[in-house]
């Protein structure tokens, strides 16, 4: 499975949450990952299509 996201957005999330385990949540390459920090902070990423 290869899955591409825009580091923008990656970015921009780890910039501002810089302690704790981060979750990668994947179901699937056509859908949005979800990235959590705890039950409290979720982020949904949406997927590039990769040619």
Known sequence: M???FN???IRAFTDIHKEGTLELLLV???FQ???KLS???LYV???LKLK
Do not use: H, M, Q
Request: proline share 17%; hydrophobic share 40%; net charge negative.
């Open 39 to 41: 039950d409290d902070y």
């Open 7 to 9: 580091p923008k957005f």
């Open 2 to 4: 290869t899955i591409g």
């Open 33 to 35: 990952a979800l990235f």
């Open 45 to 47: 990423v949406a997927p």
């Open 28 to 30: 699937d390459p056509e």
